[in-house]
């Protein structure tokens, strides 16, 4: 919100909806995979290109449209659409602990049916996991 809330202040105006995306950054929002959808947080060119390493297209790193963060968020359709087509082939699971081991932020994206069915303990990858100790009750 204080993103938002700084841009209205300079310019008066109501920013556009963006759905889970961020209006500074590209690709930082949720994808779809074959079976459900995940959340992806590329915060800045390392990130970036370790993504594009780790799910086997390195070509977008050196792509014209996609080469700074500047490029990504001017040609956000086009960046989110190709990165769609490749997360697509595969599922969740897949894509969170490919993208996950190489230490780019990302994560599943859970119905409420798999948060509840998740027993406590599970792995925090899977929505599961119980709080940190001395985290306050819920």
């Known amino acids: ?3 938002h809330g700084t841009a209205y202040l300079a310019d008066g ?5 963006m759905g889970s995306a961020h209006p500074s950054l590209t690709p930082y929002q949720s994808f779809p995979a074959s079976d459900g959808f995940f959340i992806l947080g ?3 060119q390392g990130l970036w290109e370790r993504m594009c390493r780790v799910i086997g297209r390195p070509e977008f790193i050196d792509d014209p449209r996609f ?7 001017t040609h ?5 659409e190709a990165l769609s087509q490749v997360f ?6 897949h894509w969170v602990r490919l993208i996950s081991d190489a230490g780019v932020p990302c994560g599943p994206i859970n119905s ?3 948060v509840i069915g998740d027993p406590p303990g599970a792995a925090p990858e899977h929505g599961g996991g119980s709080p940190p100790s001395g985290s ?3």
């Not at 697509?88 to 699971?93: L, N, T």
Request: aromatic share 2%; glycine share 2%.
């Open 136 to 138: 306050p009750p819920a």
């Open 67 to 73: 080469v700074t963060n500047t490029d990504r968020v």
């Open 1 to 3: 919100m204080s993103y």
């Open 13 to 17: 105006k109501d920013p556009q909806r």
């Open 112 to 114: 409420v049916s798999q």
């Open 42 to 44: 590329c915060g800045n």
């Open 88 to 93: 697509r082939e595969k599922p969740v699971a």
């Open 76 to 80: 956000r359709v086009e960046c989110v």
